[in-house]
């Protein structure tokens, strides 16, 4: 447990670094770190169930993004970055279709949830190395529209254990929303995702007899500690980075590592 502890320390100053230097979701980096992590060092001298580790990265990926992007959710609030009107019916569904996604991830075998990870995160990766442009000249969906579209976000970040900011985004760029109105509404989103997630794979791993101790539920106790002391940290320190090296450069590296990463998990 110690080694995952400290593993966790500098998987969380990792996750915090890559965040502000890229501005990539921390989901992308913790949730495939975990799933190597967790098998590789044991807990409690026991080996630990293949069928539980997907699910306990996804779970203490969710939950540590809970703490680490409340901060950034309350910064965008007081710069004026989230419109209200708009951003609350959507966390009311995407928190929905959070909780929904945990129980399907609970429901899936290991393999169909490592491989849909793989499969959305290849996409993602893809999309990040061709740097899409959206035009802007489309108008927004109606509200019902919108709010499907939050639903299926919530329930596929949830199955990623991601805050689902990168695909919440783009979409509301493709309908010509203000960027920093998409990102505030993504962030705030992020942060309902990602409590309603974790709190699904709580209920949902609370009868699992495979867990390890120090579970709360899927949640990893010692692994979600390690990861939000020392992330929050590091992402003021990657946004500084940033201002100093080639970012468009260094994120198409990333995606390339991220999609050999999705691939390795897909042919494990």
């Keep these: 447990m110690l080694l995952i502890f400290i593993s966790c320390i500098f998987l969380g100053a990792m996750v915090g670094f890559l965040a502000g230097l890229l501005g990539i979701g921390g989901g992308l980096v913790m949730v495939p770190a975990l799933v190597y992590l967790l098998p590789t060092l044991g807990l409690n001298n026991e080996v630990l169930n293949a069928d539980v580790i997907m699910p306990m990265a996804l779970a203490t990926s969710l939950a540590a993004i809970v703490m680490t992007s409340s901060s950034a959710a309350y910064a965008h609030h007081k ?16 928190a929905f279709g ?11 075998s290991t393999k169909a949830l490592t491989n849909f990870f793989a499969i959305a995160v290849m996409l993602l990766a893809t999309y990040m190395l061709i740097s899409i442009r959206f035009q802007h000249s489309r108008t927004m969906p109606s509200q019902p529209k919108l709010q499907l579209i939050s639903f299926i976000t919530g329930i ?6 991601m805050a689902g900011g990168i695909i919440l985004v783009p979409a509301l760029t493709y309908f010509g929303m203000p960027l920093r109105h998409c990102i505030g509404i993504a962030t705030v989103c992020g942060v309902i995702v990602a409590l309603f997630g974790s709190l699904g794979y709580i209920i949902s791993g609370l009868d699992n007899d495979l867990l390890p101790a ?20 590091f992402a003021p320190m990657g946004v500084k980075v940033s201002a100093k090296l080639p970012v468009q450069t260094l994120k198409k590296f990333f995606a390339v590592f991220l999609i050999l990463v999705a691939l390795k998990m897909m042919l494990a």
């Design 79 to 94: 710069n004026n970055n989230i419109p209200w009107d708009l951003a609350k019916p959507l966390m009311l569904v995407m």
């Design 214 to 233: 120090w579970s709360l539920g899927y949640v990893y106790l010692p692994a979600l500690l390690g990861i939000v002391l020392t992330s929050s940290l």
């Design 98 to 108: 959070a909780l929904s996604g945990a129980f399907i991830a609970d429901l899936l």
């Design 156 to 161: 596929v970040a949830s199955l990623l254990g």
